[in-house]
């Protein structure tokens, strides 16, 4: 077992990689809000129903698949500390083969799985309408998205975060810019915004694998050469890891729809009220997330090179570092909670409401920061087996607590939302130990 250079940890790449994730999932997110400004910019209301609609149902559909670029992320990033670039370029190929075949499968189903999509999310009449322009046009830029992931994955598995800031920024910017053009300069409508995220997209592919090209062409060549990782037997341990990251995310998503099922069924208020606070857990956990990739990549590069000692001290590293910006958090939802959930409120009824929910608000960064940074820890050693039981028994468990919880009303979802934010990372804990022993003995 190699401990060499565990002793000492340089915290200042923990940043390196944390604060440019943190940046890039705040400029991905605001995607959406320039979207939404443009259209509204039409002054048709069911035109803007419909890009909300339509970027819910792409949200979903791509979220299920962000597993491609977490799984290739830790792959990657074991590959740097124990066989080295030629490996690394293997395992980008891999992502690159089964990005391409679900692209493949997805737009083979899309007669059948759009509407099925629009009908789940409830759009109806002209909303509808409006709804299968745009999305007929995005859905197209399937193959993009998902060969995206697998390139963005090998870069953030290399540590080049700066790259990937770059690439995220330019392509949201490039985004915004031809949405103005097509929907309003040409006016094209809710089609000039299907057409931006499509024209990005590819945009944003030819960038990164030209980037890529230029870093790695010579070890791609080499791994294309070799064959060595098309085939189905070295596709196996790759499409394992992928297919519990996938069903992690399924569950994962359950959970959310629970929280605003429930919601629901308890009125339009609590509904409203609701959503604003789920908004600003949203945001503690796009600043969070950085912490995890940084724990996908430091602690994959300790798996690979089987330093049990280096692995353990990134663990802590950085859950303490996760835990002062989780502080941070709780800080200003604190001092500012009611007022930041005031200015998003559209009633009287609505801000009082979430007031109310203002000790859950600050509870929710505490909670959750562990999970998170844990969540990288066992991407990065590969441990996406136990990842996925972890979250199913939190699920399972959180299921109960709602349950058990209802007659407390809407502080009773949130308080079964906090415990479930809290087991995920107990479960993980207790099943440390014995994945230490069986990974490095």
Known sequence: ????????????????????????????????????????????????????????????????????????TGLVAQESTRSGARAQAEVLLKGLIVGLSIA????????????QLLDALGAQ????????????????????VLVNFALIGFLIGRRQMREVLAIEVCYNLLNVVLGLF?????????AGIGWSSFIAEFAKLTVTAALIWHLAGRDIRAALAARTSLSPRALRPFLAVNRDLFLRTVVLMIAIAALTRLGAERGPVVLAANGIVYQLFVLAALLLDGFENAAQVLNGERAGAA??????????????????????????????????????????????????????????PLAGFAGFVLDGVFVGASWTRALLSSMAGAVAAYGLFLWLSWPLGNHGLWASFIAFLLLRPALQLA???????????
């Open 125 to 144: 009449a002209q909303v509808r309408s409006a709804a299968i322009v745009y999305a007929d046009i995005r859905y197209w830029s399937a193959p993009a």
């Open 182 to 190: 097509l929907a309003l300069g040409l006016d094209w409508g809710i």
């Open 104 to 115: 493949a499968l997805l737009l083979v189903a899309k007669p059948f799985l759009m509407p």
């Open 431 to 441: 099943m440390l130990p014995a994945l230490l022993r069986k990974s490095f003995g």
């Open 1 to 72: 077992m190699n401990t060499s250079a565990s002793s000492s940890i340089d915290t200042r790449l923990i940043w390196a990689i944390a604060l440019p994730a943190m940046l890039t999932n705040v400029a991905t997110a605001l995607i959406g809000v320039g979207d939404m400004w443009i259209v509204g910019r039409l002054g048709d209301a069911p035109t803007q129903g419909a890009v909300d609609v339509g970027a819910k149902l792409f949200a979903a559909l791509f979220t299920v698949m962000n597993f491609l670029k977490t799984g290739t």
């Open 307 to 364: 330093d049990r000692q280096g692995f353990t001290a990134h663990i802590r590293a950085i859950l303490l570092r996760c835990l002062g910006v989780a502080i941070l958090l709780a800080i200003v939802f604190s001092f500012f909670g009611g007022m930041i959930t005031d200015s998003f409120a559209a009633t009287p009824a609505v801000a009082a409401e979430a007031r109310r929910l203002w000790p859950w608000l600050v509870a929710i």
